[in-house]
């Protein structure tokens, strides 16, 4: 339990991978953009040629 909460924290030592710091400064990044593509653009793979969203 404290190895699990070491690299969740990002105390562990490596520098590589993501802890809960990390996802907390990227979801004001990754969130408008996931935002974006789902409801403007009318989903992940189903893009209208404009992407203009109509309501």
């Known amino acids: 339990m404290i190895e ?6 990002g105390f562990c030592g490596e520098h590589w991978h993501p ?7 990227s979801v004001p990044i990754i969130g408008p953009a996931i935002y974006y593509v ?3 653009c009318g989903g992940w793979f189903k ?3 404009n992407c203009k969203h109509k309501n």
């Open 38 to 40: 789902k409801c403007k």
């Open 19 to 25: 802890n809960v710091f990390t996802l907390a400064a």
């Open 47 to 49: 893009h209208k040629k």
């Open 4 to 9: 699990f909460l070491k690299h969740l924290f």
